[in-house]
């Protein structure tokens, strides 16, 4: 038993006889698209490593809020949010350490 309706048992039957055993492994992927391109997400990655002050801004490290905010200002996405920047800098490798100040003795 099967639990599926009479249509999608035709279906099946009708995708096997056309496509043979490769029906039984749909070609679909679950989730959302990616919503930007390689190339954007290289040109991301690649702000996010440098230093805000080689972009003449007026601070030393980048936050979120800031790199998204930054991003949108020149153009290289149309809106992004700062915790989808987080995930995707993630997904890339890059992260950013809180640097603390060495103790004096």
Not at 6 to 35: E, M, Q, W
Not at 88 to 98: D, I
Request: charged letters at 30%; aromatic letters at 10%; one cysteine or more.
């Amino acid at each position: 038993m099967s639990f599926a309706s009479d249509d999608r048992v035709r279906d099946a039957i009708h995708n096997f006889n056309t496509d043979g055993f490769d029906s039984l492994y749909p070609k679909y992927r679950g989730g959302r698209p990616r919503t930007f391109t390689l190339a954007e997400r290289r040109e991301i990655k690649k702000i996010a490593k440098s230093k805000p002050t080689e972009h003449d801004l007026p601070f030393s490290t980048w936050s979120l809020t800031k790199l998204a905010d930054f991003l949108v200002a020149e153009g290289v996405v149309g809106g992004i949010s700062h915790e989808s920047l987080r995930i995707m800098l993630r997904e890339e490798g890059v992260s950013f350490q809180r640097l603390r100040p060495c103790p004096m003795w």
